[in-house]
């Protein structure tokens, strides 16, 4: 389980050696999830399909990947460009996301029975806020990248400060407080400003990390230069790395329904232009000290259908199918989309 100050019912005894070690600001509340965002500003958005990926061809099986379709999201709001973080919610039916300028989005997804996305709507944004109540852009502290859920706790990091903040869940008003940060260590908290905690992972609570938080470092100072991984536990802060290839940065992770750990990596230059792409680890290798490596399931490049790739979640369908969405952060400019994709995970 995550570093967290709420108390499992289950694990008292566990939890109270936990809040006698780790230092935090506050309890949070929990409850099942429902209507989020309800007091939010709701904002018109167009839907335009993208019926394949790889543009020019109508092939849709991508290693162990199927692509059941995309859309380009239009907002009548640029406070809603910029996704950087994403849930999945009621088997893929509802979203909530979290902007790099300190906003919550959460909207419905209108899917096939497949899973395939056929329009959004219902879409409101609300300001992150402070435990003070200020908006976290009046704190400079707006520089949010990514979300982690893990029931009935809510964590999103803040690249810029490189913090974890903590939100009760569910986010039922689109008002609710930060009620808590974890207690990072100080080379933590110090990585560069443009090089943070960009992608944030909530272990599975039955697996070998026991639901701890896992973080990945957005970049190094090269190829030779492994990723910075961090496990954040109710021990503390453990490390692991991850070999960097290609020029490729860290933008977002999951972890798969079997417990294996997705990483999502974005790349762009003048040589080689755009690039996604996704790589698998064991998630039994993914242990204090490890260096990995993993599996490339993934690569993409200006011939598909992909932006400034940032934000990932996973759901399953009631079938027990595995369903990725990948969502690209357009930087509020005209000259980038929002790009909203859905593969199947087979195997």
């Not at 020029?247 to 990596?265: C, K, N, Y």
């Amino acid at each position: 389980m995550p570093v967290i100050s709420s108390i499992n019912p289950l694990t008292h005894n566990v939890l109270a050696a936990v809040i006698l070690a780790l230092v935090w600001t506050c309890l949070p509340g929990a409850s099942a999830a429902q209507d989020l965002l309800t007091q939010a500003e709701p904002v018109k958005v167009r839907a335009k399909p993208i019926p394949t990926f790889h543009i020019g061809s109508a092939e849709t099986r991508f290693g162990p990947l199927t692509f059941l379709g995309g859309l380009e999201i239009l907002g009548s709001d640029r406070k809603i460009g910029g996704l950087s973080g994403l849930v999945s919610l009621d088997e893929g039916q509802r979203f909530l996301a979290v902007t790099d300028n300190g906003h919550w989005v959460t909207g419905d997804v209108t899917q096939g029975p497949d899973g395939r996305p056929d329009d959004i709507s219902n879409v409101r944004f609300a300001p992150l806020l402070g435990s003070d109540g200020k908006t976290l852009r009046a704190r400079w502290g707006h520089d949010t990248e990514a979300l982690a859920l893990s029931e009935p706790e809510l964590y999103v990091t803040a690249e810029t400060r490189n913090a974890v903040y903590h939100y009760p869940w569910p986010l039922q008003l689109g008002s609710e407080r930060m009620v808590g940060q974890l207690a990072l260590p100080e080379d933590v908290r110090s990585l560069p400003r443009n090089s943070g905690l960009e992608a944030l992972a909530a272990a599975p609570a039955d697996g070998p990390l026991q639901g701890a938080l896992v973080a990945v470092a957005e970049s190094s100072p090269s190829d030779a230069h492994d990723l910075q991984g961090f496990i954040f536990d109710p021990t503390g802060t453990k490390r692991f790395s991850i070999k960097r290839r290609d020029g490729f940065d860290a933008t977002d992770a999951v972890f798969l329904p079997d417990g294996d750990f997705l990483l999502m990596e974005r790349r762009f230059n003048l040589r080689n232009l755009i690039g996604m792409r996704l790589r698998r680890f064991d998630g039994e290798a993914l242990t204090p000290g490890a260096v990995l490596d993993g599996q490339l399931i993934l690569e993409a490049d200006f011939n598909t259908q992909i932006d400034n790739m940032e934000a990932m979640s996973v759901h399953q369908t009631a079938a027990g199918e595995t369903i990725l969405t990948l969502v690209s952060d357009n930087n509020r400019s005209l000259l980038q989309r929002t790009v909203f994709l859905r593969f199947r995970l087979d195997g």
